[in-house]
């Protein structure tokens, strides 16, 4: 009886361990995911971004990741401004905020987001959706390999948003980097040539500025012939 009573302790001790371990696992995950977000949004410019004076996270539906993202608020900034969290439990009340992050609990609605969203400069973010599809970032299960997400190039387009480079790496959008590496070579090339077009300019400034150099070296050797020629004939003239 002892040893059962002394066994049953130890399990209750392990299980209570185990639920602990679980629950604080749950709140890292959703401080992990508000990670991501925070995090991704140093990497997006949206237009007209210069007069921003207060970025805004919509959230759609879940609690815990709500107020996850009103914690980080309450601490920190975005590109040295402050952000809102707005949190929307219908989706028909979502505005285009900077950011619509719909969660995982919310997938079946993202469509329906997506269709009030569309075209309005607004980075649609989903959680392991089916439908990706419907939004800019999928984020992916945590752990889950280096990749921490996936982007909808073609939705990325469609709502005028530009990544960072860094952000377009871990996303692995290959089509992305590989146009702005394009445009990247393009200008590059542009700007070469227009350098090598001033050298060129440069090149004939300078043999213009030689030709003129003798040019004048030359007159001045004539004006010192003549010089010496007016000297002769007033000596002639003396002389006589």
Known sequence: M??????????ISFLLVVLSSERIYSQTYEEMRALWIYNIAYGVSWEDESNISKYTIGVFSSDDEFKALKKLAASKTIKDKPFEVIKYTNYEDIK???IVYVTKNENAYL????????GKNVLIIS???RQPEYSVIN???PCEGKQFFDINS?????QKLKFTTQLLRSGGDRKILNEIYAETNRKLFEIQKKLEQKELEIIEKEKL???QKMKLKEQE????????????????????
Do not use: A
């Open 2 to 11: 002892k040893n059962f009573q002394k066994y049953f302790i130890i399990f």
């Open 96 to 98: 285009p905020n900077h």
């Open 111 to 118: 469509g329906f987001v997506y269709q009030k969203l569309k």
């Open 127 to 129: 959680d392991r959706s």
């Open 139 to 141: 984020l992916r299960k």
């Open 154 to 158: 073609q939705l990325y387009n469609t």
């Open 209 to 211: 500025l030689k030709e």
């Open 221 to 240: 050797l004539l004006l010192k012939e003549q010089e010496k020629l007016i000297k002769e004939q007033e000596e002639l003239l003396k002389n006589k």
